[in-house]
């Protein structure tokens, strides 16, 4: 853990290039000192049929939600999401300057009783 579930509005892609986004996020959990490389997973997934407020067809959306593993103090998580989004924010500046766009950011703490996983990405990380 973390894993970023991204869902984003299709017509989005004519403004942001996702697989950045993805890379950017991903660096910027690796800066907070958080979340462990070895753990982060970011997923793209896009939405071709979704409807905005009044259905104006250039209003656009990303959504954002971060899965984490429990345990980590309140402040620390608070911390990091403010870094997190404030990093989007500013990322996506050129986006809330040119089309009706809504950003979202949410953070999920994961019951570790509930949760179950196996890997080996850390075995092979440089």
Known sequence: MPHFIVEYSTNIESQVDMAELANRIRDDAVATGVFPLGGIRVRMHPCSVYTIA??????????????????RDLQVRKTAGDSLFDSLVLFLESVFESIPFALS???VEIDSVLTYKKNNIRNYLS
């Open 54 to 71: 009044d259905g104006n067809p250039d209003a656009a959306f990303i959504h954002i939600q971060l899965r984490l593993g429990a345990g």
């Open 105 to 107: 950011f949410e953070m």
